[in-house]
């Protein structure tokens, strides 16, 4: 059939259409392979090769740097007498969780331009330990280092009441768990104008983390960061292991979380004798909230603490070999030494707190006295690796430290994805073991990057407590050299009068090794 001249010339304009689509669609596919191509040539490699020797080097800051000085107007607090009010608060938990809530209370007292009372650290359950805050950290230091940001006193005033003198009554509020500041400019400070005086209890987890004010975040780092230092003598023994450790050379800190609270817990008690779980089972009903756990399924969806043999085949996997030296930060293991033999066999020089430490601590060394030393030889170790980073405010708050204290290495094991090649190895599947092991484990190893829900602002302050000198965007410009001084000048010239540490407080901490 004949077409008309008409159709003739439709169809040779659509020819050069139908071939520039044809060749596009070829560049495209082409593309695609060749990126497909390189992704699997660069899984593979990153697979397959862990430069060990890197990772005993911080990591790569990109002109990054620590910094929580103010970068704004700070004005300094106003002198006790002219404030709000008192805050107390009780922080209860562990020794990490009442970090927090001592860096929460701050900022309370901050955004209600309150009187902060020492804060008061629970008699822990667990730990039994009832060092308080006086017995743990270095107080006259917390006081000089938040001077700019908050009024501290010891205790509330003394008030005279039909001729008798008697403290402040303090008005007693249980905080929402994590408030948001409209409630303490609200709820908490109407209480406080009418009572002189609050008390919240308890305090864990009372404020909520994402607040919209850098200069408030800021804030929150210098309390955890510079102004909560141990007493001298938790310093001292946390100076004198970690100097012994590096005479030998490198060594990694592992926090071992594989103790009864955190099994009972976690629910993870199938691999337990029939006695064990028995422990367990009574210690969860007596201390958690009553619910069906399934070992497998909590196992897959990464739940389970790593066992001390997962732990040190992960390290095999990267390339650690039996001469690396270990310092494990941990309580009381559950199960006894046969959950500890496979991993001493791969690894023999293991230290502890009570091994690697010049003699018995003065306190509990179950307690907040030796959960501080593990805190800091983590703190200062060249690797440090936590095994169970959930509801782990101790390698939480490790994670942000180190990352804040020169983006120093901390390996992080992603128990989600490890859960199938462990159980495919149990089950005597092991071929590739290894390299599935490092392909899971390749991922950043502290360097600085972006925070995303739910990661905790405690274990990752970047950007906001971080500056550069020469920054993209303004907002991440470093503040001036003179910084103090200028705070200095602020504090003096409006009046704020600095708190003087009172007789019961021993002042030996200008003899303190300043860590940060």
Same mark, same amino acid.
């Given at each position: 059939?004949?077409?008309?001249?008409?159709?003739?010339?439709?169809?040779?304009?659509?020819?050069?259409? #139908?071939?520039?689509?044809?060749?596009?669609?070829?560049?495209?596919?082409?593309?695609?392979?060749?990126?497909?191509?390189?992704?699997?040539?660069?899984?593979?490699?990153?697979?397959? %090769?862990?430069?060990?020797?890197?990772?005993?080097?911080?990591?790569?800051?990109?002109?990054?740097?620590?910094?929580?000085?103010?970068?704004?107007?700070?004005?300094?607090?106003?002198?006790?007498?002219?404030?709000?009010?008192?805050?107390?608060?009780?922080?209860?938990?562990?020794?990490?969780?009442?970090?927090?809530?001592?860096?929460?209370?701050?900022?309370?007292?901050?955004?209600?331009?309150?009187?902060?009372?020492?804060?008061?650290?629970?008699?822990?359950?667990?730990? $039994?330990? !009832?060092?308080?805050?006086?017995?743990?950290?270095?107080?006259?230091?917390?006081?000089?280092?938040?001077?700019?940001?908050?009024?501290?006193?010891?205790?509330?005033?003394?008030?005279?009441?039909?001729?008798?003198?008697?403290?402040?009554?303090?008005?007693?509020? #249980?905080?929402?768990?994590?408030?948001?500041?409209?409630?303490?400019?609200?709820?908490?400070?109407?209480?406080?104008?009418?009572?002189?005086?609050?008390?919240?209890?308890?305090?864990?987890?009372?404020?909520?983390?994402?607040?919209?004010?850098?200069?408030?975040?800021?804030?929150?780092?210098?309390?955890?960061?510079?102004?909560?230092?141990?007493?001298?003598?938790?310093?001292?023994?946390?100076? !004198?292991?970690?100097?012994?450790?590096?005479?030998?050379?490198?060594?990694?800190?592992?926090?071992?979380?594989?103790?009864? %609270?955190?099994?009972?817990?976690?629910?993870?008690? %199938?691999?337990?004798?029939?006695?064990?779980?028995?422990?367990?089972?009574?210690?969860?009903?007596?201390?958690?909230?009553?619910?069906?756990?399934?070992?497998?399924?909590? $196992?897959?969806?990464?739940?389970?603490?790593?066992?001390? !043999?997962?732990?040190?085949?992960?390290?095999?996997?990267?390339?650690?070999?039996?001469?690396?030296?270990?310092?494990?930060?941990?309580?009381?293991?559950?199960?006894?030494?046969?959950?500890?033999?496979?991993?001493?066999?791969?690894?023999? $020089?293991? !230290?502890?707190?009570?091994?690697?430490?010049?003699?018995?601590?003065?306190?509990?060394?179950?307690?907040?006295?030796?959960?501080?030393?593990?805190?800091?030889?983590?703190?200062?170790? %060249?690797?440090?690796?936590?095994?169970?980073?959930?509801?782990?405010?101790?390698?939480?708050?490790?994670?942000?430290?180190?990352?804040?204290?020169?983006?120093?290495?901390?390996?992080?094991?992603?128990?989600?994805?490890?859960?199938?090649?462990?159980?495919? $190895?149990?089950?005597?599947?092991?071929?590739?073991?290894?390299?599935?092991?490092?392909?899971?484990?390749?991922?950043?190893?502290?360097?600085?990057?972006?925070?995303?829900?739910?990661?905790?602002?405690?274990?990752?302050?970047?950007?906001?407590?971080?500056?550069?000198?020469?920054?993209?965007?303004?907002?991440?410009?470093?503040?001036?050299?003179?910084?103090?001084?200028?705070?200095?000048?602020?504090?003096?010239?409006?009046?704020?009068?600095?708190?003087?540490?009172?007789?019961?407080?021993?002042?030996?901490?200008?003899?303190?090794?300043?860590?940060?």
């Amino acid at each position: 059939m004949r077409r008309g001249p008409g159709e003739a010339s439709l169809r040779r304009r659509r020819a050069p259409a #139908r071939l520039l689509v044809a060749v596009v669609a070829l560049v495209t596919c082409t593309i695609c392979l060749w990126s497909s191509s390189t992704d699997l040539t660069l899984a593979s490699y990153k697979a397959q %090769d862990v430069d060990v020797n890197k990772l005993w080097r911080t990591a790569n800051s990109n002109g990054w740097r620590a910094s929580s000085a103010p970068r704004s107007y700070w004005p300094p607090p106003p002198p006790e007498s002219e404030t709000n009010g008192y805050l107390r608060v009780r922080c209860n938990g562990g020794l990490n969780q009442q970090r927090t809530a001592i860096c929460n209370a701050v900022v309370a007292a901050r955004i209600m331009n309150a009187t902060l009372v020492l804060p008061e650290l629970d008699t822990n359950s667990f730990w $039994r330990d !009832e060092s308080g805050f006086i017995g743990i950290y270095d107080v006259p230091h917390f006081i000089k280092t938040l001077k700019y940001d908050v009024h501290i006193a010891m205790s509330v005033p003394d008030i005279i009441t039909n001729g008798k003198t008697k403290k402040l009554k303090a008005y007693q509020i #249980r905080p929402p768990r994590d408030a948001p500041v409209t409630w303490y400019m609200t709820v908490a400070l109407e209480k406080m104008k009418s009572y002189g005086a609050i008390y919240l209890t308890p305090f864990s987890h009372r404020l909520a983390e994402d607040i919209n004010d850098p200069e408030i975040q800021r804030l929150r780092c210098r309390v955890n960061y510079h102004a909560l230092r141990f007493k001298p003598n938790i310093m001292k023994t946390s100076s !004198e292991i970690v100097n012994k450790l590096r005479s030998e050379g490198h060594f990694m800190s592992i926090h071992l979380r594989f103790e009864m %609270d955190m099994l009972a817990f976690a629910g993870c008690i %199938d691999i337990f004798t029939p006695q064990e779980q028995k422990i367990l089972i009574k210690y969860r009903k007596e201390n958690f909230a009553e619910k069906e756990l399934v070992y497998r399924e909590r $196992r897959l969806i990464g739940k389970c603490p790593l066992t001390p !043999e997962e732990v040190g085949l992960i390290l095999c996997a990267l390339g650690f070999d039996n001469t690396t030296h270990i310092y494990l930060a941990s309580g009381e293991l559950f199960g006894g030494k046969r959950f500890m033999r496979p991993f001493k066999t791969m690894f023999p $020089r293991v !230290e502890n707190h009570s091994s690697a430490g010049p003699g018995k601590l003065e306190e509990n060394t179950r307690g907040l006295a030796g959960s501080a030393v593990d805190y800091m030889v983590c703190l200062l170790s %060249d690797i440090f690796m936590p095994t169970y980073d959930g509801p782990s405010n101790f390698a939480n708050n490790l994670i942000g430290h180190r990352l804040y204290y020169g983006f120093r290495t901390t390996i992080t094991p992603n128990r989600k994805a490890l859960a199938p090649i462990f159980m495919d $190895r149990e089950v005597g599947s092991t071929a590739g073991f290894e390299e599935r092991v490092r392909h899971v484990m390749m991922k950043r190893y502290g360097a600085p990057h972006k925070r995303i829900h739910p990661e905790s602002f405690y274990t990752n302050s970047w950007p906001e407590c971080f500056c550069q000198a020469n920054p993209r965007n303004r907002a991440d410009k470093c503040p001036p050299d003179n910084i103090h001084e200028v705070l200095e000048n602020q504090f003096r010239s409006e009046g704020s009068i600095e708190v003087k540490a009172t007789s019961q407080i021993d002042s030996t901490s200008e003899t303190e090794e300043t860590v940060i």
